[in-house]
């Protein structure tokens, strides 16, 4: 079974960086694509960001410019550097990462960002 185990969070003031990783763990798998998504409590989780299969990137509008996704097959690892962090960011962000060996996707269980005013 694939685990993701995410790394990368926690508090930052605001106007600050973090980058934030998601490994699978286990052998090397290569990662077709990657989804980015974060939840405030009793909100609906939001998509952040998504690299495709062909290296496309989508952001949501609210972090444009400011949030950067990629992933490193040959580490098994997708990331998201943050910049110009808001308190708005604030949030538990959770990886998803499609798997092309296994033919399917597997959620990361979140990790804490604060971003502090």
């Known amino acids: 079974q694939v685990q993701l185990v995410e790394s990368g969070g926690g508090l930052v003031q605001a106007g600050g960086s973090l980058r934030l990783s998601c490994a699978a763990s286990g052998r090397t798998f290569s990662i077709l694509a990657a989804d980015w998504h974060r939840q405030v409590p009793g909100q609906q989780r939001e998509l952040v960001a998504r690299?495709?299969?062909?290296?496309?990137?989508d952001y949501t509008d609210s972090v444009k410019g400011r949030f950067t996704i990629s992933r490193d097959n040959a580490k098994s690892t997708a990331y998201l550097e943050m910049n110009s962090l808001k308190p708005e960011d604030t949030a538990v962000y959770y990886c998803?990462?499609?798997?092309?060996?296994?033919?399917?996707?597997?959620w990361g269980r979140g990790i804490q960002v604060t971003v502090s005013s």
């Open positions: 690299i495709s299969s062909a290296g496309n990137t």
């Open positions: 998803n990462l499609y798997i092309l060996s296994l033919g399917r996707s597997f």
